[in-house]
């Protein structure tokens, strides 16, 4: 009789095989996902130092850092919350545009347009459509792509400009003007590379928010239009802080999982140094990257903050004129 070949293989054989691939993926998988974030760091750096270049080339065009976004209207003097009338008032992220190859969004919102005359009641009658352009730079890549929110489909943006200390009481009604940082309100101080007493390699200048992922588009942080949402901290935020006694603290940056956020309709808030629990607007830098939040500093360079840098040291970096001149861990 003819003996038959065997083909194919055992049980025995497939469940080996699958093991090995098993071992084989689980061995790659985290070098993968490493690969990966290593590469939306890199990304975001680069995305901080293309703000950073146009703040700069800002500068050089027009003898000041930008501002940051100020609210009413500055021919009336006002400031009544929550956004700018004119466009002059509309904040950084806006301002910067021609210089980072994006005069198309800009120039959607001529100056020209500003409603006339002044009337407390009106709006730049073309901010809606400027916010539903999204500028793909103002994102950072781990945290999300660009999205829209809300019935507006407004955009938003991950980066914000460096206010220094955050003074007693709210953002708009207290002294917390960005006068100790390189943004500052608009209308109430300029700022320049060469006034920055600390030196320009030593002081914060734009860096990531955080931002809890349960939060996008609600948190105090991140519910407003990305071109004008008034002296908010959509678009500043604050290394350091100040009590009603003077004492000074630190805020460092916060991995966004434990930003404050919402968990059965109650917010978690978040205790600083000082003793204040911050909540739906807290003033934090932060971000989604697992070693820090990624910063660019007044110089132009760019670099990754640990989120366990010591307050004070953290505090120091974001002031412009405290005497205190630190390099950051």
């Not at 660009?146 to 009604?173: C, H, L, M, T, W």
């Not at 940056?253 to 968990?263: I, Q, S, T, V, Y």
């Not at 004070?312 to 405290?322: H, V």
Request: hydrophobic share 30%.
């Amino acid at each position: 009789m003819k003996s038959r070949s065997r083909s194919g293989f055992t049980l025995v054989e497939l469940l080996v095989v699958i093991a090995i691939i098993g071992v084989l993926v689980g061995l790659l998988l985290p070098a993968v996902q490493s690969a990966r974030e290593a590469a939306r760091r890199t990304q975001c750096l680069n995305n901080l130092k293309q703000i950073g270049l146009a703040f700069h080339n800002y500068q050089d065009a027009n003898g000041q850092l930008p501002n940051g976004s100020r609210d009413g209207d500055e021919r009336l003097d006002s400031y009544a919350c929550c956004r700018s009338r004119t466009v002059s008032g509309w904040n950084w992220c806006f301002q910067i545009l021609p210089y980072m190859e994006e005069s198309g969004i800009y120039n959607l919102a001529p100056a020209a347009e500003d409603p006339t005359p002044p009337d407390l009641g009106r709006y730049h009658p073309k901010e809606n459509l400027v916010a539903q352009q999204a500028v793909a730079m103002y994102y950072c890549p781990t945290r999300r792509a660009p999205a829209a929110y809300g019935s507006g489909k407004f955009y938003r943006s991950d980066y914000v400009g460096n206010a220094g200390q955050r003074e007693p009481g709210s953002i708009q009604s207290g002294s917390s003007t960005g006068t100790k940082g390189t943004v500052v309100r608009g209308g109430t101080d300029t700022v320049t590379i060469e006034r920055i007493r600390d030196g320009s390699s030593k002081t914060l200048l734009v860096g990531e928010k955080a931002l809890h992922p349960d939060e996008f588009g609600t948190d105090g942080g991140d519910n407003e239009m990305w071109n004008n949402n008034g002296w908010d901290t959509d678009s500043v935020r604050h290394g350091g802080g100040m009590l009603s006694n003077g004492n000074t603290y630190g805020l460092p940056p916060l991995p966004d999982m434990k930003a404050p956020h919402r968990e059965g309709g109650r917010w978690i808030t978040v205790r600083d140094e000082g003793g204040n629990n911050w909540g739906q607007w807290h003033p934090y830098f932060g971000s989604s990257h697992s070693g820090g939040a990624a910063f660019c500093m007044a110089d132009g360079a760019v670099r990754l903050v640990n989120f366990d840098v010591e307050g004070r040291i953290f505090r120091a970096a974001s002031l412009t004129n405290d005497g205190d001149p630190v390099t950051l861990p």
